[in-house]
């Protein structure tokens, strides 16, 4: 590899690293792993004892995939609120290398705590990301995230010279951001959402203020925290935004586009990656759907180890055009949140197309009303612009209804509410897609 063709990577050898190797490390990473998280973690140790697992029985990464047990986010919220354990039986070590405890955001239900080292694996992905897309040392790239989690980690990007801007992700900070951009000429956005965009395009039509100017250093803007709808793609398309779409890797990570824009990369020197049976515990073709389940192989605070996340994917090994050779995801939806409607599957992934029909309701926001997995008729919450509502709101419902019935093929019952209505339901960054009566 020459000079100029390992520029386009910020760890090259990492990021191109052979097949063989990938798996050749993970085995080293996990034999090491095994015996210190089940001495280290409660729930580790309880976990692997029910299954009658002992570190002994690791010898390989076979041995690992074929013996070790399964822990999921019920299991860690049950040993929390059985043992009264803020950390879910996760943490192995103490301060100073225990930094705290971030959390999922519960918008599939209660947030479960994700204790966090000092030095958190996530931002080794988003480096890498960040390069490709054009950041280099010195250069300025907009930080605009939620802290509910755990902060903003900015001095967290001393060593690789890039030099994030810290706006909060509010959509009262959107003005700032825009102001921040003209100032400083970031060359990429970490990140928007649904919220942020909806108050970015009402700022330009209120103001008339020209967003396509004022994003014009940007070499790309990352979305991500679930599928954008294809409305919101056209809005940010039409500011000069190339969109990197972005999703978490099992809530150890983060999994993001690269320019090829064919999957979402998956780094394995940090995280081992199974592709499994929605149903059980067998590996599942390349191509085809399963359940995303991970271990962390580069944290030792608190390690998830064959973590099912309950996320859908299609995944693949095969090297991507970009010149990697990680493998990469396409997330389809939650397995919690599929419903059976008289036979029929639905996702979420299965209702954002349908939004575009009708101008009222092509900010993509929607609920799922969710009593139970099986149902005679699928209830929707969905949001509409009051602005652009050229009839009745009945008369919308009825279109709605009808046009949704027919796509899918099942009854369908349909309660509006103003998208602004819909906002409040979630953190800053999306909404709960699926919700109970």
Known sequence: ?????????????????????????????????????????????????????????????????????????????????????????????????????????????????????????????????????????????????????????????????????????????????????????????????????????AYQKSTGDDLREAFSSYQGAVFGGEPMSPNLRAIVESWGLEIFELSSLGDLATTMECKAHDGMHTWEDIALIEHLDPAGDQPVADGERGELVVTALMDDVAPLIRYRTDDLIRFTRKPCTCGRTHGRMKPLGRKGDEMIIQGRSVLPLDIFPLMQQFPETCTGLFQLVRAAREADTLRLRVGYAPATLTGSEADLGARVKEAFSAALGIPVEVQLLPNAELLKNGPPNKIPRVVKP
């Open 1 to 201: 590899m020459n000079k100029r063709e390992a520029d386009r990577y910020f760890d090259p050898d990492v990021e191109t690293m052979p097949r063989e190797q990938i798996e050749q490390l993970q085995e080293a990473r996990i034999l090491q792993l095994v015996p210190y998280a089940y001495h280290r973690s409660p729930l580790v140790k309880a976990v692997w004892d029910d299954a009658g697992v002992k570190p002994t029985d690791i010898r390989s990464l076979a041995d690992f995939k074929a013996k070790v047990p399964f822990i999921d986010k019920d299991m860690i919220r049950r040993f929390r609120d059985q043992h009264g354990d803020p950390f879910g039986g996760l943490v192995c070590t103490g301060a100073p290398h225990l930094r705290g405890v971030g959390f999922t955001s519960g918008t599939t239900g209660d947030p479960t705590p994700l204790p966090r080292s000092e030095d958190h694996i996530a931002l080794v992905g988003l480096k890498r990301e960040l390069w490709q897309m054009g950041v280099r040392p010195t250069d300025y790239f907009a930080y605009v995230l939620f802290t509910f989690r755990e902060g903003l980690n900015a001095d967290k990007w001393l060593d690789s010279g890039m030099r994030p801007v810290t706006i909060q992700h509010l959509p009262s900070e959107m003005p700032h951001l825009v102001e921040v951009s003209r100032q400083l000429r970031p060359k990429a956005m970490f990140m928007l959402s649904t919220p942020l965009i909806i108050t970015l395009d």
